[in-house]
Every structure is written in C-alpha cells, then in structure tokens.
C-alpha cells in the first residue's frame, strides 16, 4: 500500500495550522503521516501543534530552539521523508479535497512520474474559506523536457509549483532546495525534477495558496522588478547546474528571457501610465539588459501571456477613467 509523509514547515501560523492539518487529516489515505516543523514561532504554533498530534498519532511535531529560515525546514523535510511519496504543505495553505488520492493514484499508474501538480489557481484572499474545492480526479501526463519547455514559454508565470507531490527517492536523487532562490525555490526544484521524469499535472489545484498580510511573500509580489529578477535568478540556476544539458537548453534559456523581457515592457507601459514612472523605467531597463529585441512593442505577449490581455485592458479603464 503506497505511503506518504506530508511536511509542513510552521511560523507563527497558530491560526491557520489546524484547518492545513485538518485538510491533510481527512484525505483518503491510510498509512499517512503528518510532520509539522515549527521554526521557532513566537506565537502558539507549537501548542497547537502538540494538540493536534495528542488528537490523532499521525501527526509528529519537530521544534526549532532557533528561527533557522524557510529553507532549512524543506531541507529538513526532504531529510526526514521516508514514505513512497512526499509533499511540502505551508502551513497557511490547505490541500483541496481528494487531492492525495488522484496524485497518489497517478504515481502509482505511471512510475516514471517524478511530480505531480495542480492546475494554477489565484492565491485566496480574505478570511472565509473558499467553499467546494475539489479534485475531479484523472489529469495531463507530459515529458520532463516539455514542462520545462512550457515554464520557460511563460517565464515562470503561473506554473503551480507552490506545492507538489513527488516522488520520493526521486526527491533525495535531486537534492535540496537552494537557498539562493529566497522565493521562488519551488519553481526551480519543479524544473529540477522534470528533469528525472514525467510531470503530471491534474484536474484541478493541488492546494489553496492564502495570501494575507502576515504572509511572508506578501510584499515581495507587490515589487515587480523583485519578481521579474528572482524569475530571472530561476532559469539562471537552473540552466546552470540540472538544466545545463538537457536537450534544448540554449534555445529553452533564451525563450524564458525573451518571456521575462516581453514581461517587463508590458509592466512597465503599465507603471508608467499609472504615474509611477520611476518604478516603470528601472523595470524597463532590466528587460532591455535582458533582451533587447523584446522591448520592441510585444504584442504577441498579450496573447500567449494568460490574462495579460484582460491587465492590460483594466489599466488602460482605469487610466482614462481618472481624466
């Protein structure tokens, strides 16, 4: 019978931990275990913590004396996962509905599947529970070399890596996160284990992303021209260690630069037309040391970009709107 041991680092997320907990708990899964590693939280995580463990004997509690980071608790995670199947769940998230059972089923059909991922869903924002959000079951198989094909025809942008379920001695083959990425870690390690296998991606969301004011993310996705360089930093290190010789690479590398820069015009036609010309010129600037021939009026990005077409309307709305 397939296992699966599903982490989740903890910082002062007292509130959130026992619905995240709880949305594992009751998946249909029988020989589950539940890691929560608090990173020395401030707060009640660790007696909330310890109280869902006496509740049920899946769950184990790992505390940190000292904040050691993020990264040093998905590397611990990766360290202490022992089952067939493996997942990192941030404990302000939660997973969807059946989740466990779909991903699972399709790990077991298809051995060469390193991971398998949602579909993208918007982050959650606000404090009630978005209601119904299940998996419909079944999903999309593609090569490792198409995902990441795919990752770089969009620079990155909405690939649901967030959360995943893998494989897990895949996982120990590939190594840890790095923590030279401080953010977008998990789309590298996505790209990192296409490089072993098959990506499965299914029907639905793997996990509801929350965003909120604690969130530590929360004011990196307000800066643009920080997420812009942390994509770009992604597919650097990648093609620079895992993806340096897979088929393609050159070419692949290029496409996502090509993206990033498309990205960053638009970005900045839209900074600039909201009055924060500033802003908007150091972003056009990191597109044009990025690739130059992209800053050259990129009409098609709003078109093979989802939901580009539909930002770019509502600032143009909003822009004649205030005269």
Not at 199 to 228: C, E, K, Y
Not at 234 to 244: A, L, Q, W, Y
Request: glycine share 8%; charged share 25%.
């Amino acid at each position: 019978m397939a296992s699966i041991d599903v982490v989740i680092p903890c910082y002062n997320y007292e509130h959130f931990l026992p619905e995240c907990v709880g949305s594992v708990l009751s998946q249909d899964v029988e020989n589950l275990r539940v890691i929560v590693i608090d990173n020395a939280s401030t707060d009640d995580s660790v007696g909330v913590a310890r109280r869902l463990a006496a509740e049920d004997p899946r769950v184990e509690v790992v505390c940190h004396e000292k904040n050691l980071g993020p990264h040093a608790s998905f590397n611990e995670a990766i360290d202490r996962a022992e089952a067939d199947y493996f997942m990192i769940l941030c404990a302000d998230d939660f997973l969807t509905a059946d989740t466990l059972v779909h991903g699972i089923a399709m790990l077991e059909t298809f051995p060469r599947i390193s991971c398998v991922l949602g579909t993208y869903m918007e982050p959650w924002v606000g404090t009630v529970l978005p209601s119904l959000v299940r998996q419909s079951g079944g999903g999309d198989l593609m090569e490792g070399t198409s995902f990441i094909e795919r990752c770089c025809g969009v620079a990155g942008l909405n690939v649901p890596a967030h959360a995943m379920l893998v494989r897990t001695s895949v996982q120990k083959r590939v190594g840890h996160y790095r923590p030279t990425l401080p953010l977008m870690d998990d789309l590298e390690m996505a790209l990192r284990l296409a490089t072993k296998g098959l990506v499965a991606q299914l029907r639905g969301p793997l996990v509801v992303q929350r965003m909120h004011t604690s969130n530590l993310s929360q004011s990196f996705w307000d800066d643009r021209l920080n997420d812009l360089t942390e994509r770009e930093a992604v597919f650097n290190s990648f093609f620079s260690h895992e993806g340096r010789d897979i088929p393609g690479a050159e070419k692949m590398h290029r496409s996502a630069k090509r993206r990033l820069a498309e990205t960053a015009f638009w970005s900045a036609v839209s900074h600039a037309v909201r009055g924060r010309a500033r802003e908007g010129s150091e972003i056009f600037k990191f597109g044009l040391n990025l690739s130059p021939a992209s800053m050259l009026m990129p009409l098609g990005h709003l078109y093979r970009s989802e939901g580009a077409l539909k930002r770019a309307t509502a600032v143009i709305s909003e822009t004649f709107g205030r005269h």
